[in-house]
């Protein structure tokens, strides 16, 4: 038996959620003028043309607005890595981590304020909340799920063993998949996360001017190294 249909939002909760995305759109706009430790809602207020006063009744700080733009960041930039996945197969390793660094660096380089707001300086004063963790996380799923797909082929390499300690302390992102990753492997993935990352950063943020000439290679040899240690 099929579920009912949601019911029609009200006509109060259509103009909510629009007005919400007015607001996201004008603070995206600030990011690209000003930052986002120069965020703010009187700004957004004005770019509207309303009073502060009832922005505040759909955001109720600055944190909160800075919250809003991390989830949706994160949100859209996953939507770009699993899209990445859609026509490969479970098996193919190697294509799924070459697509899946490929989206990423595309995503950074087209959006690179966005970029810098989830992987940049962090913003004076602000902590990002619980929030933030869900759609943090779904944007390093399609990594793990690629690196257990690596483990699980009856060629792959056998990882490196780790001490307890340094096991236990990786014990999360192990077990964020199943069956969980063994230690190494995870070990492996993250420093190959972390160069990934580093890497994108380092070109957007101007680190690579007139010493790389051409990033676009550079990030192909980039990927075809780290395959090696992620499994592919």
Known sequence: ???????PR?????????????????AGRQLVEVGPAALSLRAVARDLGMAS?????????????????????????AAALE??????????????????????????????????????SPVPGYVAPADTVGPATRVVAPFLETLAAAQARPDAAVPPTLGDDL??????????VQPPLLPGRTADGLGT????VGAVSLELFGHFN?????PEAWFEHLLGRLEESFGG
């Open 1 to 7: 038996m099929s579920e009912p249909a949601p019911a």
């Open 10 to 26: 009200t006509a109060r909760e259509r103009a909510r959620v629009e007005l919400t995305r007015e607001i996201l759109a004008s």
């Open 53 to 77: 006063s009832a922005v505040y009744r759909y955001v109720d700080s600055r944190d909160a607005l800075l919250t809003l733009l991390l989830v949706e960041g994160y949100e859209d930039l």
């Open 83 to 120: 899209a990445s996945q859609e026509p490969l197969a479970e098996d193919d390793v190697s294509g799924r981590f070459r697509a899946l660094g490929r989206a990423l660096r595309d995503w950074a380089r087209a959006q690179p304020h966005r970029w810098a707001l989830l992987y940049g």
């Open 167 to 176: 096991a236990a302390s990786l014990a999360p992102v192990s077990h964020a």
């Open 193 to 196: 996360w972390s160069a990934l």
């Open 210 to 214: 007139n010493a790389v000439l051409d």
